[in-house]
């Protein structure tokens, strides 16, 4: 779960650039999804995922290379 209160704002990035799959991940929550989106990736692509509270303007970004 995320513990604490509120929520966080699940948003992935490709190549540094935002796609369409976001998600909300409420508190107590251990799973979430995105069904209406999907992206592509290929080797050598760079995948970012970037966390943030719904209520503050504090996140969390991490990213890792396909291979």
């Not at 779960?1 to 409420?26: D, H, L, P, Q, R």
């Not at 999907?38 to 290379?65: H, N, Y």
């Amino acid at each position: 779960g995320t513990g604490g209160t509120g929520s966080y704002v699940v948003k992935i990035f490709k190549n540094g650039v935002a796609t369409a799959v976001t998600f909300s991940v409420t508190t107590g929550a251990t799973t979430c999804n995105d069904a209406a989106n999907s992206v592509a990736v290929a080797a050598g692509d760079l995948l970012s995922v970037q966390v943030a509270s719904s209520t503050t303007s504090r996140f969390v970004m991490f990213s890792f290379k396909i291979s």
